[in-house]
Nanobody
Framework: QVQLVESGGGLVQAGGSLRLSCEASGPKFDNYAMGWFRQAPGKEREFVAAIKQIGGRTYYADSVTGRSTISRDNAKNTVYLQMNRLKPEDTGVFYC?????????????????????WGQGTQVTVSS
């Protein structure tokens, strides 16, 4: 089972950009679907983006579509989340997630229980 370590969070002004990274340690990284979730203070963890194991098909929450890009580099065992035009409502702890399951519908992979492995999170704060 992989272990996940996120990095790249920080404080940024509204309209700015950040690139989050999630490095996985463990075997067969390319067998894992990878995802990003966000948890704002006092709120539940919510889906942001995901990328399939093979083919690289991507999925996004409506709130980030057009502003964010998820990608993976299997040679580096790393998944990235590029976020542009950041808004104060993007503030929260961003968690990387992994799953060996076969990706089905967006509705399915957007749920926390679908994912088996989580990182510790990285804080993103967007000031207005």
């Amino acid at each position: 089972q992989v272990q996940l370590v996120e990095s790249g969070g920080g404080l940024v002004q509204a309209g700015g950009s950040l690139r989050l990274s999630c490095e996985a340690s463990g075997p067969k990284f390319d067998n894992y679907a990878m995802g990003w979730f966000r948890q704002a203070p006092g709120k539940e963890r919510e889906f942001v983006a995901a990328i399939k194991q093979i083919g690289g098909r991507t999925y996004y929450a409506d709130s980030v579509t057009g502003r964010s890009t998820i990608s993976r580099d299997n040679a580096k065992n790393t998944v990235y989340l590029q976020m542009n035009r950041l808004k104060p409502e993007d503030t929260g702890v961003f968690y990387c997630a992994a799953s060996l399951r076969v990706v089905g519908s967006l509705n399915t992979i957007a749920t926390v229980p679908w994912w088996s492995t989580w990182g510790q999170g990285t804080q993103v704060t967007v000031s207005s």
